[in-house]
């Protein structure tokens, strides 16, 4: 199994960046995906969540701001990022989870949020 993230980078405040993730080695379209961030010195957190049907919930922090969308034909989910802050800059991870089948992590990628 093998989550591939990418599309993250350096961007100033107000800019936008669209994450994507990559998964194989999974049924891509029975799987609950999200996207997680981690600064440092804090706990990770949930940033957004899609769900197998589609249903979407977000990180109060990231409403209005933050889309999360799935192409299941690609095995693909995406986090589309507007408005960046400053306090969005962590390494934000994606994730898939399946009841009974386990949880599924990628390596991680970087978003800065600076002038």
């Known amino acids: 199994v093998q989550l591939v993230e990418s599309g993250g980078g350096l961007v100033q405040p107000g800019g936008s960046l669209r994450l994507s993730c990559a998964a194989s080695?999974?049924?891509?379209?029975?799987?609950?995906m999200g996207w997680y961030r981690q600064a440092p010195g804090k706990q990770r957190e949930l940033v957004a969540r899609?769900?197998?049907?589609?249903?979407?919930n977000y990180a109060d922090s990231v409403k209005g701001r933050f889309t999360i969308s799935r192409a299941n034909a690609k095995n693909t989910v995406y986090l589309q990022m507007n408005s960046l802050k400053p306090e969005d800059t962590a390494v934000y991870f994606c994730?898939?989870?399946?009841?009974?089948?386990?949880?599924?992590w990628g390596q991680g990628t970087q978003v800065t949020v600076s002038s």
């Open positions: 994730n898939g989870d399946r009841t009974r089948y386990g949880s599924y």
């Open positions: 080695g999974i049924m891509f379209s029975a799987y609950d």
């Open positions: 899609i769900t197998r049907e589609g249903t979407t």
